[in-house]
């Protein structure tokens, strides 16, 4: 059974830093992967999607990257801003006709001022 | 951007009754899907549809959980007699699919379940 482990736990930092967020899978045959971002009490608003074909995918300040080969993934969040706030959770599926993603717990992000 | 829309935002309900949970997924997508997320833990999948059927359900998705496409734009969660520990944001998401991969999913903002 997949598992997905997403270290830190938590992070505080001071706005302006770098930062980079870790996931990692049990079982390293992921399919697709997706960073998704959730506020306290709302949905999860999904970020960077990175397919079967791909390794990588850039959106603004954020980078993610994923190593099929180890099971890992890392989240690059480049000069951090108070508004990036969040808990930041890594999703992925296994293909081979199952489409269900599997989360990690997240990372809780705090970016001082 | 289309989103996926659910509603109540917010439900409480006493333990015994059934409730509904409605979804709206983006029109163009393929497959539908419901999950949930326990105060505190994971985001947890309960079951996927597509083509009019259930293709992948997880333990959690017991007899007491049913899932409808009751017409081309709605999906719902049925639980038929809810528990105290039922109690959770419950999620609806929706994603494409390719013959070559699948895109990303779409998820709604969620209607979080109180069973008192």
């Known amino acids: 059974k997949q598992e997905v482990t997403q270290i830190p736990a938590a992070l505080s930092v001071p706005e302006g830093e770098n930062l980079v967020l870790n996931c990692s899978f049990t079982?390293?045959?992921?399919?697709?992967l997706q960073w998704f971002r959730q506020d306290p009490g709302k949905g999860l608003t999904s970020l960077l999607l990175?397919?079967?074909?791909?390794r990588e995918q850039t959106s603004g300040r954020l980078n993610a990257s994923l190593d099929k080969s180890s099971g890992r993934s890392t989240l690059y969040i480049a000069a951090s801003q108070p508004g990036d706030s969040a808990t930041y959770l890594c999703a992925g599926n296994s293909g081979a006709g199952s489409y269900q993603l599997t989360f990690g717990k997240g990372t809780k992000l705090s970016v001082i001022p | 951007e289309p989103e996926v829309t659910q509603t109540p935002s917010h439900q409480v309900t006493q333990m015994g009754q059934e409730v509904i949970l409605r979804c709206v997924p983006i029109?163009?997508?393929?497959?539908f899907y419901w999950y949930r997320q326990i105060l505190g833990q994971k985001v947890e999948f309960l079951v996927s549809f597509y083509n009019n059927e259930i293709s992948e359900k997880s333990e959690i998705f017991d007899d007491q959980f049913s899932v409808e496409r009751p017409d081309g734009s709605n999906f719902t969660l049925k639980i038929r007699s809810t528990k105290l520990e039922d109690s959770a944001m419950y999620f609806c998401?929706?994603?494409?699919?390719?013959?070559?991969?699948?895109?990303?999913?779409?998820f709604g903002s969620g209607t979080r379940l109180t069973v008192v």
């Open positions: 998401a929706s994603s494409a699919t390719l013959d070559r991969g699948q895109y990303g999913y779409t």
């Open positions: 990175i397919q079967s074909s791909q």
């Open positions: 079982d390293s045959a992921i399919y697709n």
């Open positions: 029109s163009n997508h393929l497959y």
